[in-house]
């Protein structure tokens, strides 16, 4: 109906039927697929309209459904859409080399569907081999071969790998023989390619490169390959000897160089020299194409018809090819030998035979007599091993008495000789020795045994010399000869042993002329102890208590041996019963003794011994005794009693001593067997070896310990006492009490030994001095009185023993008082941030239990907000929360805490607000105080809701400006207690606490308290730092470090910079100036400062003077003191005005200030006019610039010459020198009247360092007054100036040689532009010179109201009878006082000073 060309519109139609109806269809279908080993593949599988479920199959092996197909790891199924089903195969093997099945299973009516595919697996072929030869090597073929093969492999391939042959590179087709092998139980196949050689292989295939390649489909048209050389062998030509020709001779000792060469041959031949078929040489060299080996060697003897051969041969060679030549050598003799008998008697006939040694050609021999060859002797030569010949002759000679000493001499030489070699040989006539004789001993006498004893045999005379020859009986001994003269001797050492004993010893002389041996006999005497004894027993084993006899046999002895016995070092007597002749000539002795042993004798060792009581040696031996007797305990080793601690191990020996060994042990506990380890856990017994281990308490007790063995049975008592360490069993805790009564507390413990006082109470910090306790028994009683609520605590009950730890248990005694709320400002108020959480805290203290309540005042608490926590925080305090939530303003307000118990109640307000600035901080306390560190203490008060930051501030009270210190906080935890470090000793200081929150600092002034630190260190106290919040970074330590430095190196150099400009000057120092001599006395300044007066303070330069004091008084101070030690110079402290003391005498109080302090304004004042009359103060000049200065004035002898200050100019001045001032000298202002005065003189030298006894007291014709001193009646020492105390010599040398006749320069004068001067009418003070004065060497007012200049006292100092209100002493002057302020002053010490220059 329809034809062929309608069946594609008719399938077109069926699929699309098909595709309608929906059934479910492959899409795609899996396809064959080829892949490498180790690569991965994936095999396609789509299906349309799928129902059923997809699954694939390998080999008809399902895979199962689950996409991961568990069970191969390598195997899933990739599903990147709903239709796709691929199977996806990783690092793939032969083993997955297989058909694979997509399938679909049939679901709804749809059909099953299948599709499948092969996978192949391609492996790489392996590097071909050629069978036999390595990849690069030679292959060797003979040139005599027929044919050769090579046969190349490729292994391990899918499919087979194609193998082909080149040859230098060009493709072999012929004689190629391709096979495949196929690898069992394996997809794998190995293939084989053979290549056949031809013949003529010298001229076609030597040195042809074959190479064979190999390849297949999975390596995709790469090859591997593997080559290797035809090398073509055959043999070398016959070798050729040259250095020798066939006749040639040579001589022994000339050097023969024989070389052997082979030419050509594949490969070049070896080359080996041989000597009589014996190879000497195979060391050979190849070049180019020939081999050759050279022998070089010296021509011996043996090298005489000696055939040297070469041979070469190669791999090709079948056979050696040879060479040889034969040596021919000519050499003499080296010797010739005479044998023969050289003694004889007269009329024997003596033959002697001469031989030569070995000599090419044959050597003629020769007989020499007294120098005359001996005539009708033959030769007779024979052929050497060796090469050469031998000549040997014959020569007899009948010996006569005048024959004696002849000397014959053969002689031989040959062609080769130069010189004939000889040989003598002496006749002599033999007759026999003297007879021997031994020296050394005499017979009767006797050796020791073990001595050392020479024996020395001698004979004389005989020809030849007689031979000595020892014996022992019949055994020869070794011994040396000595010849002396005609006189032979041998001597025989022999160490004697008893065998030596009747020994005979014999010495033999003998010579050719003595038919039989001379000889002479000896028998020793030795003398020697028994080897040894032999003990014995009888019985062998006895019992305790039965009779035992002990026998002693000793061994030879000579004389025989007495026998003792010794048992623990004590002798006992035994009796000899036998002597009996022995060995050696020798006695035995046998000796016993009887006991009756007991259980002590027991392994006891006896002791024969067995004395030679000639020689003194002894021989002993000991038999050990085998005593049988029943169980014995040792007392002394078995405690009865054992201590034990509980818990601990102990090893007890309990062994029973027994013979037989005990055969069993019984415990018994109060009587009553008990097995050991079943009914006492602890005990472990063994063989007597009592082993305790965790001893308990319960196992104390009386134990006795039975043995028993085959003898019979004993026991031994002991008592074990486990000690253990005190624990308490009973305490008496809570004790509840009123305050004011008494509580009682009984503690009980259980302890092994019980101890007095035993039992302890205590409690820290805790006044035990109001209890009482008592101990008895195993018990103590604790009594507590006079009960207060602060009692209230722990009390802990010790009980110790002494062994191991103590046992601790602790009391609790409660005082019931009404509960006490804690009302710190900290905890009045409470705070927080509408929505924020607010705490309001409660505490308590109260007995017993407190319990709290809270309520709101005008409110509330019942809202979901409020969270109440109430705990026991320790025994006697509690703790209340209340926790408000999600605050807002209606819960602001105040609340009441209300804690109470069964004594009463107390209540507690607590306000809640919104947050604020915190309180000022409470109860500011301090705590310690040291020299350099402060510890306070305080109260935090309200935080006003937010954490609170405190800060110290302090600052020393009489200096402004104030340190701060942040505290920080420590675990979170706010400080009260903080130390401040770094402070100074003895001093002030303001101290308050700051504090802070988020909102700002506290309102108000924070309080402040005064605190001193301590004036001295405590021992042990160490300095501290100044102590902030943090530690101080270590970058602000370097850069203060830094400078330090630079600041220290700035002051050394300016110090050298002024020292320099300081030389500098003083070298260039002028010896004029135009200054006009002022005074400057001592008063306050303007700044209440006396002195020092610095340059600054100068308004005028002077250049030179611009010098300290030691630039000025260098020589004054050699002239007062050479070779003194004086201190260093003390430096006085500024005054400070203060107002001066009250006294009831106003009158007296204004004189006294008058006279001795008068004191004017700071300011510059004009010297006017000085009266006598009263003191008054210089009246003020108008200007207020003028300078005051001080002056030296110069002495009357000084007139000659026109003054000046420079020391240098100084005059030489008298011992009686004086200065003073007087009408016709007026050295003041022309205003001023003058005055007739004397004063001290600077320059004396007659009385150094004392006041002139010439001068004048202005009062001589009146009366002084009370505190006037009187100068002419005692020596005044003077006082030095600064410069006197200076511990540094001058740096310029002194102007002046000596003390008597050179008196020192006038002191320094310098200028000042500020001072105060008391105006000197008539009064008798003197000017001052510059130098210091102490207060009381200034001259006594004439009158009460007479000025005197002021003077400031040292530091330290009283200030004398011139005490001025205005100065205040140094307190940390340590120097001298002033001494005594009477108006007689016996003492001024030296470095009493009491001013000085400004």
């Not at 019984?666 to 009553?672: E, L, P, V």
């Not at 706010?974 to 700051?994: E, P, Q």
Request: charged share 20%.
């Amino acid at each position: 109906m329809f034809g062929l060309s309608s069946l594609p519109a008719l399938i077109l139609l069926a699929w699309t039927i098909y595709q309608v109806l929906g059934e479910q269809h492959f899409l795609e279908t899996p396809a064959d697929t080829r892949i490498v080993m180790g690569r991965s593949t994936m095999l396609n599988c789509s299906v349309g309209d799928r129902v059923g479920r997809v699954q694939w199959a390998k080999d008809d092996m399902l895979l199962g459904f689950d996409l991961s197909i568990p069970g191969y790891p390598r195997y899933s199924i990739i599903q990147t859409s709903p239709e796709r089903f691929n199977l996806y195969i990783v690092n793939t093997t032969l083993w997955d080399d297989a058909t694979y099945e997509c399938q679909v299973l049939p679901s709804q009516g749809n059909p099953a569907l299948q599709a499948s595919a092969h996978l192949t697996i391609l492996v790489p072929p392996e590097i071909p081999q050629i069978i036999g030869h390595p990849n690069g090597s030679m292959v060797n073929i003979r040139h005599t071969d027929p044919i050769v093969q090579l046969t190349c492999e490729v292994r391990n391939a899918r499919p087979a790998a194609s193998i082909t042959w080149y040859k230098n590179g060009v493709v072999v087709t012929e004689n190629v023989d391709y096979t495949v092998e196929q690898i069992a139980d394996d997809k794998r196949e190995n293939a084989h390619n053979t290549l056949t050689l031809t013949p003529d292989f010298r001229v076609k295939e030597h040195g042809a490169v074959y190479t064979c390649k190999g390849t297949n489909e999975a390596i995709r048209g790469q090859f591997m390959e593997t080559s290797v050389t035809v090398n073509v062998q055959f043999p070398p030509s016959i070798p050729e000897i040259t250095g020798y020709r066939r006749g040639q001779t040579v001589q022994r000792g000339d050097t023969l160089n024989l070389e052997c060469v082979s030419r050509g041959g594949n490969p070049l031949a070896q080359v080996v020299w041989f000597k009589n078929d014996v190879k000497v040489d195979f060391s050979y060299s190849s070049s180019n194409d020939r081999s050759t080996n050279e022998l070089s060697f010296t021509v011996g003897a043996s090298d005489n018809d000696a055939v040297y051969r070469c041979e070469a041969t190669n791999a090709a060679t079948e056979y050696p090819l040879t060479a040889q030549v034969q040596i021919v050598v000519y050499f003499p003799p080296e010797k010739v030998t005479i044998s023969g008998n050289r003694l004889a008697t007269a009329g024997e006939e003596v033959e002697l035979t001469c031989e030569t040694a070995n000599s090419n050609p044959a050597s003629v021999v020769t007989w020499l007599v007294r120098s005359r060859q001996i005539a009708g002797t033959r030769n007779n030569v024979v052929e050497s091993e060796d090469g050469g010949y031998i000549t040997t002759s014959i020569i007899r000679v009948t010996l006569t008495d005048r024959e004696d000493q002849i000397v014959y001499t053969c002689q031989a030489m040959n062609d080769g000789a130069s010189q004939p070699v000889t040989d003598t040989v002496t006749l002599s006539v033999l007759y026999p020795p003297g007879a021997p004789v031994i020296t050394g001993y005499e017979e009767g006498d006797f050796v020791k045994a073990g001595d050392v004893k020479r024996l020395t045999c001698s004979s004389a005379g005989g020809n030849p010399m007689a031979t000595l020859k020892w014996f022992k009986g019949n055994q020869l001994l070794d011994s040396t000869p000595k010849t002396r003269g005609s006189i032979v001797s041998s001597e025989l050492t022999i160490v004697t042993a008893p065998g030596d004993n009747n020994a005979i010893y014999k010495c033999t002389a003998s010579n050719e002329a003595t038919p039989t041996p001379l000889q002479v006999l000896k028998k020793l005497t030795v003398y020697f102890a028994p080897a040894q004894v032999t003990l014995t027993a009888n019985p062998a084993e006895p019992k305790a208590g039965q009779h035992l006899r002990l026998t002693c046999l000793s061994a030879s002895s000579n004389p025989p041996a007495a026998i003792m016995w010794v048992r623990d070092n004590v002798l006992r007597q035994g009796v000899t019963i036998n002597k009996s002749p022995s060995t050696n000539g020798g006695m035995t002795t046998t000796n016993v003794l009887d006991i009756t042993p007991t259980a002590a004798d027991h392994l006891a060792e006896y002791h024969c011994q067995a004395t030679n009581l000639v020689i003194g040696d002894k021989v002993n031996d000991a038999i050990t005794l085998s005593v049988l007797f029943p169980p014995v305990f040792d007392q002394s080793m078995s405690p009865s009693t054992i201590d034990i601690t509980e818990g601990d191990n102990r090893a007890v020996n309990l062994t029973a001593a027994a013979n037989p060994p005990v055969l069993s042990y019984k415990f018994y506990r109060d009587g009553i067997e008990v097995s050991v380890p079943g009914d006492v856990s602890s005990f472990t017994f063994d063989n007597g070896a009592l082993q305790i281990t965790n001893i308990e308490r319960g196992d104390m007790g009386s134990y006795r310990l039975e043995a028993r063995n085959a003898e019979g049975a004993s026991s031994f008592n002991f008592t074990l006492n486990v000690l253990y360490a005190a624990s308490i069993t009973t305490i008496t805790s809570p004790v509840e009490e009123e305050i004011g009564g008494a509580a009682f507390f009984e503690c009980i413990a259980d302890a092994n030994p019980i101890t007095s006082n035993m039992i302890t109470w205590s409690r820290s910090d805790f006044d035990m001095s109001k209890t009482k306790q008592a101990f008895e028994n195993n018990k103590g009683h604790l009594t507590v009185y006079e009960l207060e609520k602060m009692d209230t605590g722990t009390f802990t009950c010790t009980a110790d023993n002494g062994i191991g730890e103590p046992s601790v248990m602790e009391a609790i005694l409660v005082v019931k008082f009404q509960p006490i709320i804690d009302d710190s400002a900290q905890y009045s108020k409470a705070a927080g941030d509408h929505g924020s959480t607010v705490q309001l805290i409660c505490l308590a203290e109260g007995a017993p239990e407190v319990t709290f309540d809270w309520v709101k005042r005008d409110g509330d608490m019942s809202s979901f907000k409020y969270h109440i926590e109430s705990e026991k925080v320790d025994t006697i305090k509690y703790r209340s929360v209340v926790t408000i939530s999600d605050i807002s303003e209606a819960e602001y307000g105040t609340y009441v805490c209300s804690a109470s118990n069964e004594k009463g109640q107390d209540t507690f307000d607590i306000s809640v607000d919104g947050t604020s600035r915190p309180d000022q901080p409470g109860d500011l306390t301090f705590i310690n105080a040291t020299h350099d560190m402060l510890t306070i203490s305080w109260n935090p008060g309200f935080n006003g809701g937010l954490p609170q930051r405190f800060k110290v501030r302090y600052k020393e009270k009489s200096r402004p400006g104030y340190t701060h210190i942040d505290i920080t906080p420590i675990d979170n935890r706010v400080t009260t207690v903080f130390v401040i470090k770094g402070l100074r000793k003895d001093t002030s200081y303001l101290v308050a606490v700051l504090t802070s929150n988020d909102l700002g600092a506290a309102e108000g002034s924070p309080p402040e308290i005064e605190i001193r630190t301590s004036a001295s260190a405590l021992s042990g106290e160490t300095a501290s730092t100044i102590q902030t919040s943090d530690d101080t970074p270590v970058i602000i330590i370097l850069v203060v470090c830094v400078v330090g430095i630079f600041l220290l190196a700035l002051n050394i150099g300016l110090i050298l910079f002024f020292v320099r400009r300081r030389k500098k000057r003083l070298e260039n120092n002028s010896d004029t100036t135009s200054h006009t001599n002022t005074i400057e006395l001592y008063g306050p300044t303007k700044e209440t400062a006396l002195y020092p007066i610095t340059p600054s303070d100068d308004s005028r330069s002077y250049g030179t003077y611009e010098k300290n004091m030691d630039d000025f008084s260098d020589d004054y101070k050699n002239f007062e003191g050479r070779g003194l030690v004086r201190p260093k110079p003390v430096w006085l402290q500024p005054l400070v005005e203060q107002p001066g003391p009250s006294n009831d005498d106003d009158t007296h109080d204004r004189k006294s200030m008058h006279s001795s302090q008068c004191t004017c304004n700071c300011v510059q004042v004009k010297v006017r006019t000085v009266s006598r009359a009263k003191c008054s103060c210089l009246s003020v000049d108008s200007s207020g610039d003028e300078d005051i200065k001080r002056v030296f004035l110069p002495p009357p002898g000084y007139s000659s010459r026109s003054y000046t200050p420079n020391k240098l100019d100084s005059p030489n001045l008298g011992n009686t020198h004086k200065s003073f001032l007087t009408d016709t000298r007026p050295y003041l202002d022309d205003g001023r009247q003058s005055a007739q005065w004397q004063y001290e003189d600077p320059y004396q030298s007659r009385s150094k360092g004392t006041f002139d006894s010439d001068y004048m007291n202005p009062l001589q014709n009146g009366t002084s007054p009370t505190h006037f001193h009187d100068y002419n009646s005692r020596p005044e020492t003077r006082p030095k100036s600064v410069t006197d105390f200076s511990d540094q010599r001058s740096s310029r040398s002194s102007s002046r040689n000596g003390l008597g006749a050179t008196p020192p320069p006038p002191p320094p004068v310098r200028s000042s532009s500020k001072g105060v001067a008391n105006n000197y009418g008539h009064s008798p003070i003197p000017p001052i010179p510059a130098r210091n004065y102490d207060v009381d060497d200034l001259p006594p007012p004439l009158y009460d109201d007479t000025p005197q200049p002021r003077y400031a006292p040292a530091p330290g100092s009283t200030g004398g009878r011139y005490m001025n209100p205005n100065v205040i002493s140094n307190p940390t002057y340590d120097g001298p006082s002033e001494g005594n302020n009477s108006a007689q002053r016996n003492h001024i010490p030296v470095d009493d000073m009491r001013g000085d220059l400004v």
